[in-house]
């Protein structure tokens, strides 16, 4: 998997890309939950969808391979943001690479809202609402105040996605632990 720009500014240059594109793995069971607690920083991920602890562990090693960085594309603003598991081992986290179009769309917002800082995290407006979209771009989000409806329509997509109990608690997990990122 090759995303423009990215692997550029790494220095020392890396010799083989470690990307690859994991947008499949939403359709596997542990990735929701595995997802929500390593990227989400949700505690309560596992107990919303009733995930055996053992499996969940071994099943988030696919998050921490150094050789292999997964990759999440979502659509957003008309184009496109990825979500990459950088591994690197002196130097890992969540990187959020957005786009043309998506700074363009930011920047718009920015300009229409007269206050969202476009190099910091996604407003909510701006997220995808098909539920495996919006859970995988919710941590990036970056609007300080959450906006009235805002858990409740994640809980509803927590339980499109398989959550089988406890979605409004796991929504406000996630909420809380949302990281205000830097956009790249």
Not at 38 to 51: L, N
Not at 108 to 125: N, Q, T
Not at 131 to 136: F, G, I, Q, R, V
Request: charged share 20%; proline share 9%; glycine share 8%.
């Amino acid at each position: 998997m090759h995303i423009p720009g990215y692997l550029e500014d790494f220095h020392p240059l890396l010799e083989t890309s470690p990307l690859i594109d994991a947008t499949s793995w939403v359709e596997e069971e542990l990735f929701w939950p595995a997802f929500l607690f390593h990227v989400g920083m949700a505690r309560s991920a596992p107990a919303a969808f009733d995930a055996d602890v053992a499996d969940l562990d071994v099943y988030v090693e696919n998050f921490e391979r150094p050789d292999v960085w997964p990759v999440f594309a979502v659509p957003i603003g008309g184009g496109m943001m990825h979500l990459v598991v950088c591994n690197l081992p002196d130097d890992s986290g969540i990187h959020w690479v957005l786009d043309a179009k998506v700074r363009a769309a930011l920047g718009r917002f920015a300009d229409a809202s007269g206050g969202h800082d476009p190099g910091r995290g996604l407003p909510w407006a701006l997220l995808p609402r098909e539920p495996a979209h919006l859970l995988t771009a919710l941590p990036a989000m970056g609007t300080r105040q959450v906006p009235e409806g805002v858990p409740a329509e994640v809980a509803e997509a927590l339980r499109a996605v398989g959550a089988m109990r406890r979605a409004e608690e796991l929504a406000d997990d996630l909420l809380r632990h949302r990281a205000c990122v830097l956009l790249q």
